[in-house]
Every structure is written in C-alpha cells, then in structure tokens.
T-cell receptor, first 117, second 113 residues
Framework: GAGVSQSPSNKVTEKGKDVELRCDPI?????LYWYRQSLGQGLEFLIY????????KSGLPSDRFSAERTGGSVSTLTIQRTQQEDSAVYLC???????????????FGPGTRLTVL | DQQVKQNSPSLSVQEGRISILNCDYT??????FLWYKKYPAEGPTFLIS?????DKNEDGRFTVFLNKSAKHLSLHIVPSQPGDSAVYFC????????????FGKGTKLSVKP
C-alpha cells in the first residue's frame, strides 16, 4: 500500500509491561512523527524525525517513552513499564519534506489503540 | 495550557447548508495552519492549509479564513454533505525547523440529510 501503516492496530497490555509500536512511513518521506490521542483530547505531539538529524524529543511525556527510526524508514515507539494513563491511540505520520514549507502535509497512519489494564 | 483551541466539541448542520468550524490560538509565533479531517478508526487526513501571509485559502467546497489580529481561524464547508461528517482538527505550527504540529481537541461535525 502507498499509505502510512502501523502495527499492531490494537494492543492490550498489563500495567508495568513494555510495549513496542511500529510505523512504516510512506516510501521516500524524510520526516516521521509520532502523536498520541487520549480520550477526549486532541493529538499530542511526541517525537519527530527528520532525515539523519537528531530527533526532536520535546513531546515525550517521560523517560519511559523512546523511539527510534532505523535506516531512515521504519520507526518503533517503545513505552517501558506502561501505566494506565498511557492508554491512548498512538498515531504515526510522515511527510515528504521538512515542515514549514510546501511539503508540510503530514500523512497519518490508522493508529495503534493501546489499552493498559 | 492549550495553544490551539476548538471550543465547540460538536456541530450539527443540515445537508446543503454551510458548516463553520472555529479555531483560536494563543501563540503569535504560529505561521502555518492546517485542518485535518478524521473518520472513526482512521488516521487524520489533511484537508486544507493556510500560511499566515494570507487571510483566505479556498479549495472547492472548503475555505479557510485567518484573522491574525484575533488569532482566529475558521473552516467553511459549503454546501455541506453527509460524507463531511467527521471530526475536524485544527493544527498550527511554527515554520522552519519546528517539526511538530499543535492540534486542537477537534470538533465533531454531523451533517444530516
């Protein structure tokens, strides 16, 4: 497919366990973003990767959250020692070029719904 | 502290009428604004955007208006169609090296036949 894909679509885990969420961006897109949407809230920025530059981690809510992007393509968001407040839909997006210009449009994946019991 | 606010969580409009979705922001550094549409169980999809150097951008049935002095933007959909029923998110960014979009909480639009 040509769009952004994410896996798994749903994840139920127990409090204290670690989880990994995967994002496959659109081929050729240099920028990749992670957001989360908690119930009744807007999309909250988490982290942004642009090419080979150091990622912008300013949105990560705690040091339990980390993300990596291997080979400038696939990204994995890891949440360690999950808490109930981590329950949310985690959305990945990619864009063709760096933001702020004509390529600012971000294409979103369908999201991963994480439920921490 | 919310930098992008969508104060109406929901809006109901009759098919064929105009839908007006509103968004306010507090950060005067924002220079790029976008609207996204989201259907249930899908990711948001880009709808329309506007740069702060403009006050209006039109694309078919969708028009976005920007009032910088009031730090307010709105999305007009005319005529509204039942397929427009979705959650609409307003987003803003600071251009250049900033990577993240700041989103509002969304407004759920229902267009009734």
């Amino acid at each position: 497919g040509a769009g952004v894909s994410q896996s798994p679509s749903n994840k139920v885990t127990e409090k204290g366990k670690d989880v990994e969420l995967r994002c496959d961006p659109i081929s050729g897109h240099t920028a990749l973003y992670w957001y989360r949407q908690s119930l009744g809230q807007g999309l909250e920025f988490l982290i942004y990767f642009q090419g080979n530059s150091a990622p912008d981690k300013s949105g990560l809510p705690s040091d339990r959250f980390s993300a990596e992007r291997t080979g400038g393509s696939v990204s994995t968001l890891t949440i360690q020692r999950t808490q109930q407040e981590d329950s949310a839909v985690y959305l990945c997006a990619s864009s063709l070029g760096p933001p702020g210009g004509a390529y600012n449009e971000q294409f979103f994946g369908p999201g991963t719904r994480l439920t921490v019991l | 502290d919310q930098q992008v606010k969508q104060n109406s969580p929901s809006l109901s409009v009759q098919e064929g009428r105009i839908s007006i979705l509103n968004c306010d922001y507090t950060n005067s550094m924002f220079d790029y604004f976008l609207w996204y549409k989201k259907y249930p169980a899908e990711g948001p999809t880009f709808l329309i955007s506007i740069s702060s150097i403009k006050d209006k951008n039109e694309d078919g049935r969708f028009t976005v208006f920007l009032n910088k002095s009031a730090k307010h933007l709105s999305l007009h959909i005319v005529p509204s169609q039942p397929g427009d029923s979705a959650v609409y998110f307003c987003a803003a960014s600071v251009g250049g090296s900033q990577g993240n979009l700041i989103f509002g909480k969304g407004t759920k639009l229902s267009v009734k036949p």
